[in-house]
C-alpha cells in the first residue's frame, strides 16, 4: 500500500483496483500545484497490490483543467521546469505499467484532457464535453495535450480547438476517440469497474507488453515496429499464462490469470 497521505487526491484500493478520484468538487476538480504532485507521487510508487487504476473526478465533473486561481507570474525557466512535471507525471500514467480506466463526466477541459489522454481506456457520460482553451487564455497546453490529444484526433483539430475555444460532446467525443465508451447518465463509474475487473484477470505479460509495446510501435518505422511485434509476440506465446490460455480457450472454459 502507497505510504503517501494525500488531500486533493482520494484513494482506495478495491481488490486489486486503485480508486483514484480528484478530489476537489467546489473547484470542478481543477488541477492545483498540490494534486499534480498528488498524482505523481501516486503513480511514482503505486500500491503493490494495483493491477488497475480507476481515476475519476469527484462530483460533477471529471476536471475542469488548470487551477488558473493559482497562476502567478513566471520567468521562463520556472514555466518549462512545471510544462516538464506534467510530462513526466503523464508519462508515468501512460507508461507506468498500470493499466487507467478513465470514467469521465462534465467537464474535461485542459489539463483535465491531458490527464484523462493519459488514460488507457475512457468511458464517458452524455453530460462529458471536451475542450482546449489555452488558446483563447493566452496560453499554450502544457501537460501534453499537443502530442497525445493530437494523435487520437489529429493535429489539425488541436489547433481549431486551441484558436477558437471549441468543445466536442459526448458524442463527438466517441466518434474522434477522446473517449472508448458512451454509457447512460450516471454509468461511467461502473462501466469503469467492470473493465477494470476485466483487465485485472488478463495475463500480466500480456498487460504488460499492450502498454509498453504498442505505443513504442506507433513511433517506429514499419520494418522496426513489425520486428518489435515478433519480439514481443515471441515473448508472451511462450509463456505459461499463454499455454494456460490456450489450453482453456480449447476446451472453452473462462480463465482469470489473477487468481
Not at 208 to 222: H, N, T, V
Request: charge should be negative; glycine fraction near 12%; aromatic fraction near 6%.
Amino acid at each position: 500500500m502507497t505510504d503517501h497521505a494525500f488531500t486533493q487526491l482520494a484513494f482506495e484500493m478495491e481488490g486489486a483496483v486503485a480508486v483514484l478520484t480528484l478530489d476537489r468538487p467546489d473547484k470542478r476538480n481543477a488541477v492545483s500545484g498540490v494534486l499534480i504532485r498528488e498524482i505523481n507521487a501516486f503513480f511514482a510508487a503505486p500500491p503493490k497490490e494495483a493491477k488497475v487504476v480507476v481515476l475519476k473526478g469527484a462530483g460533477e465533473h471529471f476536471c475542469a483543467g488548470l487551477d488558473l486561481s493559482e497562476h502567478k507570474e513566471r520567468d521562463v525557466q520556472e514555466a518549462l521546469e512545471i510544462s516538464r512535471y506534467w510530462h513526466k507525471t503523464t508519462e508515468m500514467m501512460q507508461m507506468g505499467g498500470l493499466p487507467i480506466v478513465a470514467a469521465l463526466k462534465g467537464a474535461v477541459i485542459g489539463g483535465g484532457l491531458e490527464l484523462a489522454i493519459s488514460a488507457h481506456v475512457r468511458v464517458a457520460e452524455p453530460s462529458t464535453f471536451y475542450a482546449l482553451p489555452e488558446g483563447r487564455r493566452g496560453i499554450f497546453v502544457g501537460g501534453g495535450a499537443s502530442m497525445r490529444v493530437g494523435r487520437v484526433i489529429g493535429f489539425g483539430r488541436v489547433v481549431e480547438m486551441m484558436l477558437t475555444g471549441r468543445s466536442y460532446d459526448a458524442e463527438d467525443g466517441l466518434r474522434l476517440g477522446l473517449s472508448h465508451y458512451l454509457v447512460g447518465e450516471g454509468g461511467a463509474l461502473a462501466k469503469a469497474h467492470a473493465l477494470a475487473d476485466q483487465i485485472a484477470g488478463n495475463a500480466p505479460l500480456a498487460n504488460y507488453m499492450i502498454l509498453q509495446a504498442l505505443p513504442r510501435i506507433g513511433e517506429m518505422s514499419p520494418a522496426e515496429g513489425l520486428f518489435a511485434e515478433e519480439l514481443a509476440t515471441a515473448l508472451t506465446q511462450t509463456s505459461a499464462d499463454a499455454r494456460a490460455g490456450m489450453e482453456a480457450f480449447l476446451k472453452k472454459q473462462a480463465i482469470r490469470f489473477d487468481r
